[in-house]
């Protein structure tokens, strides 16, 4: 795959050369995951059922669970490969599936407990999930409120927010599965949109649940002159064969451009950065050296992000955030706060080292810098937040005796620990 660096003045040439319009990194991302015709969310992810919640108590430790995990993401797959082979099948699995019911009766522990305490018997519960996969959340957290408090049941109302139509073909059909589930069909409504095309103003007090969706959030990405510190935006060009061609331009667009001013006023601590990493005379010391590169190494910032905290703030302004996602990922492509690009082959999972790849067969997914990303909520919400790590969270709203091996292991505590948790105060 051909790279190339450039910097405005390239940009003509490029034009010229490829016949095409640059796109920025936010532009291509969204393209590769989420278009409808090929993108890895709409055509290829499917997420992995493990038929029969796991008998954590009756598993002799942690390995234990590892190899029956493996044994039912083997049968789970073959019985795919039975109806349809297909050696790229992206195959991905989620704490809710993993450790049904659960991790959903925890999130719906907290979410009751936080309602009593402020907006009952004045409001309704009323949950919004963006992304909810195959249902299964959904169906725990409802079955929990049900058994054990029906008073705030018969106040419940879940609205799912599904970009993907196949998702929520899904989610439809695991309401109608059983009678139980299809007890919650009157609670439960599907909305099958993207939440950044949301234009209903919403003045009820809401939950608004957002697990494990800011790490496929699309990222602009920026390099920086070591000289100047000035920031520069990374572009992308593709040519009718297919190869990507990158450059950086001085001309940040507005989305970025307010990003960097909101981090810079809201955040109240350092945080890593490419001109942090050295003082500005060793900076210009390496770049005088004999090949060294005219710019910082790539920073990833999350400029979905911010504009998904917009649409909280204008059309939500009475939610409660719930979110959950990964704090630190391994095997990332070179950067701050970059991607790991990864695919799936003949089950295998395949890592690769730049985000600039075939659309639609890769998941590109970014760890979120907590710190960062709870001041920005802040400041434009005006909310107050709480952070936890996913094992303190889950210690004290889960029922962690029913995931606890014979050996005092506990998976659904060990599994998950570079997550975090923020909530709403």
Aim: aromatic fraction near 14%.
């Amino acid at each position: 795959m051909l790279m190339r660096d450039f910097i405005e003045g390239g940009l003509l040439r490029l034009n010229s050369l490829l016949g095409g319009l640059p796109l920025m990194r936010k532009t291509y991302l969204l393209d590769s995951l989420y278009n409808p015709s090929y993108g890895y969310f709409s055509k290829q992810v499917v997420i992995f059922h493990p038929g029969e919640p796991f008998a954590f108590n009756q598993m002799r430790d942690e390995p234990d669970f590892h190899r029956q995990l493996g044994e039912r993401y083997t049968a789970f797959e073959d019985a795919l490969d039975a109806k349809s082979p297909n050696p790229t099948r992206q195959l991905w699995h989620t704490p809710t599936e993993l450790f049904r019911p659960y991790y959903g009766e925890a999130l719906a522990r907290y979410m009751v407990s936080n309602y009593k305490l402020s907006l009952y018997p004045y409001h309704d519960l009323i949950i919004y999930e963006l992304g909810a996969g195959n249902g299964t959340l959904m169906l725990n957290m409802l079955d929990h409120i049900r058994d054990t408090d029906p008073q705030v049941y018969a106040r419940t109302k879940f609205k799912v927010i599904e970009i993907s139509p196949a998702l929520a073909d899904l989610q439809t059909a695991a309401l109608r599965r059983t009678a139980s589930s299809r007890g919650h069909a009157d609670k439960v409504e599907i909305i099958n949109r993207s939440v950044f095309e949301w234009d209903t103003y919403v003045a009820s007090p809401c939950y608004f649940l957002a697990l494990e969706v800011f790490d496929n959030f699309a990222h602009d990405c920026i390099r920086y002159n070591p000289f100047t510190e000035e920031a520069l935006q990374g572009m992308v060009l593709i040519d009718a064969g297919g190869e990507f061609y990158e450059f950086y331009t001085r001309d940040v667009d507005p989305v970025a451009a307010r990003f960097l001013r909101v981090r810079d006023a809201a955040c109240s601590s350092p945080f890593p950065h490419p001109l942090r990493s050295s003082p500005r005379w060793l900076r210009r010391f390496r770049s005088n050296l004999p090949l060294a590169p005219n710019l910082t190494i790539p920073e990833y910032i999350p400029t979905r992000l911010l504009q998904f905290f917009d649409i909280l703030q204008k059309h939500f302004p009475a939610h409660k955030l719930i979110t959950s996602d990964f704090h630190e990922l391994p095997d990332t492509v070179p950067g701050y706060n970059a991607p790991v690009v990864q695919t799936r082959y003949e089950r295998r999972t395949v890592p690769v080292t730049t985000p600039l790849v075939q659309q639609g067969y890769f998941d590109i997914l970014f760890p979120t810098y907590f710190p960062v990303m709870e001041d920005i909520y802040r400041a434009v919400t005006g909310n107050l937040t709480r952070v936890l790590t996913h094992e303190d969270f889950l210690s004290r709203w889960a029922d962690v005796d029913q995931t606890r091996t014979r050996s005092g292991e506990n998976p659904m505590l060990s599994w998950y620990r570079n997550a975090s948790v923020m909530t709403t105060l």
